[in-house]
Nanobody
Protein backbone atom coordinates (compact mmCIF):
# COMPACT_ATOMS: atom_id res chain seq x y z
CA UNK A 1 0.00 0.00 0.00
CA UNK A 2 1.51 3.30 -1.13
CA UNK A 3 1.04 6.32 1.08
CA UNK A 4 1.00 9.85 -0.26
CA UNK A 5 1.52 12.91 1.92
CA UNK A 6 0.94 16.54 0.97
CA UNK A 7 2.87 19.51 2.30
CA UNK A 8 3.34 23.19 1.55
CA UNK A 9 -0.10 24.61 2.23
CA UNK A 10 -0.59 27.80 4.18
CA UNK A 11 -1.93 31.33 4.20
CA UNK A 12 -1.04 33.70 1.39
CA UNK A 13 -2.34 37.02 0.11
CA UNK A 14 -4.14 37.28 -3.21
CA UNK A 15 -1.64 37.48 -6.03
CA UNK A 16 0.92 35.47 -4.11
CA UNK A 17 2.39 32.04 -4.72
CA UNK A 18 2.62 28.69 -2.97
CA UNK A 19 4.23 25.40 -3.90
CA UNK A 20 2.61 22.16 -2.81
CA UNK A 21 4.50 18.90 -2.65
CA UNK A 22 3.23 15.33 -2.58
CA UNK A 23 5.60 12.60 -1.49
CA UNK A 24 4.81 8.95 -2.21
CA UNK A 25 6.17 6.02 -0.24
CA UNK A 26 6.46 3.90 -3.37
CA UNK A 27 6.08 3.86 -7.10
CA UNK A 28 2.99 5.49 -8.56
CA UNK A 29 1.74 6.14 -12.06
CA UNK A 30 -0.55 8.99 -13.07
CA UNK A 31 -0.95 11.56 -10.32
CA UNK A 32 -3.18 14.55 -9.74
CA UNK A 33 -4.18 17.35 -7.45
CA UNK A 34 -7.78 17.83 -6.37
CA UNK A 35 -9.30 20.42 -4.06
CA UNK A 36 -12.39 20.68 -1.92
CA UNK A 37 -14.26 23.51 -0.28
CA UNK A 38 -16.49 22.59 2.69
CA UNK A 39 -19.96 21.74 1.48
CA UNK A 40 -18.85 21.25 -2.12
CA UNK A 41 -17.70 18.27 -4.14
CA UNK A 42 -14.04 17.56 -4.60
CA UNK A 43 -12.86 18.98 -7.93
CA UNK A 44 -9.99 18.14 -10.24
CA UNK A 45 -7.24 20.76 -10.38
CA UNK A 46 -4.36 19.28 -12.37
CA UNK A 47 -3.01 15.91 -13.47
CA UNK A 48 0.25 14.52 -14.77
CA UNK A 49 1.18 11.31 -16.54
CA UNK A 50 3.69 8.82 -15.16
CA UNK A 51 6.47 10.15 -17.37
CA UNK A 52 5.55 13.75 -16.77
CA UNK A 53 5.17 14.25 -20.49
CA UNK A 54 1.45 14.98 -20.33
CA UNK A 55 -0.22 17.45 -18.05
CA UNK A 56 -3.84 18.48 -17.61
CA UNK A 57 -5.46 21.46 -15.93
CA UNK A 58 -8.90 22.63 -15.02
CA UNK A 59 -9.93 25.82 -16.77
CA UNK A 60 -10.00 27.68 -13.46
CA UNK A 61 -6.25 27.23 -12.87
CA UNK A 62 -4.85 27.00 -16.40
CA UNK A 63 -2.06 29.52 -16.90
CA UNK A 64 -1.59 30.07 -13.16
CA UNK A 65 -0.75 26.61 -11.79
CA UNK A 66 1.97 24.24 -12.96
CA UNK A 67 2.10 20.55 -12.11
CA UNK A 68 5.34 18.60 -12.24
CA UNK A 69 6.94 15.46 -10.82
CA UNK A 70 10.32 14.02 -9.96
CA UNK A 71 10.11 10.24 -10.21
CA UNK A 72 13.57 9.79 -8.72
CA UNK A 73 12.18 11.34 -5.54
CA UNK A 74 8.64 9.89 -5.87
CA UNK A 75 7.39 13.45 -5.50
CA UNK A 76 4.85 15.58 -7.32
CA UNK A 77 4.55 19.35 -7.13
CA UNK A 78 1.98 22.04 -7.75
CA UNK A 79 3.33 25.54 -8.27
CA UNK A 80 0.49 27.96 -7.70
CA UNK A 81 0.94 31.55 -8.87
CA UNK A 82 -1.41 34.54 -9.02
CA UNK A 83 -3.52 32.99 -6.30
CA UNK A 84 -7.09 34.16 -5.84
CA UNK A 85 -9.39 33.95 -2.82
CA UNK A 86 -11.47 31.39 -4.73
CA UNK A 87 -8.46 29.06 -4.72
CA UNK A 88 -8.96 28.64 -0.98
CA UNK A 89 -9.57 24.94 -0.32
CA UNK A 90 -8.09 21.76 1.03
CA UNK A 91 -5.79 20.38 -1.64
CA UNK A 92 -5.43 16.62 -2.03
CA UNK A 93 -2.81 14.56 -3.77
CA UNK A 94 -3.96 11.42 -5.60
CA UNK A 95 -2.10 8.68 -7.41
CA UNK A 96 -2.92 5.74 -9.63
CA UNK A 97 -1.86 2.18 -8.85
CA UNK A 98 -1.29 1.07 -12.43
CA UNK A 99 -0.48 2.58 -15.78
CA UNK A 100 -3.80 1.76 -17.41
CA UNK A 101 -6.35 2.47 -14.69
CA UNK A 102 -8.42 5.62 -14.60
CA UNK A 103 -9.00 5.31 -10.86
CA UNK A 104 -6.98 7.17 -8.27
CA UNK A 105 -6.32 4.51 -5.62
CA UNK A 106 -4.11 6.49 -3.25
CA UNK A 107 -5.16 9.70 -1.54
CA UNK A 108 -3.44 11.99 0.90
CA UNK A 109 -4.98 13.65 3.95
CA UNK A 110 -4.97 17.08 2.36
CA UNK A 111 -3.27 20.39 3.00
CA UNK A 112 -5.11 23.66 3.58
CA UNK A 113 -4.52 26.58 1.25
CA UNK A 114 -6.03 29.89 2.29
CA UNK A 115 -5.83 32.97 0.06
CA UNK A 116 -6.77 36.23 1.70
CA UNK A 117 -8.14 39.19 -0.25
Amino acid sequence: QVQVVESGGGLVQAGGSLRLSCGASGRTFGMAWFRQIPGKEREFVAGISWSGGSTYYSDSVKGRFTISRDNAKNTMYLQMNSLKPEDTAVYYCAAKRTLSTSEYAYWGQGTQVTVSS
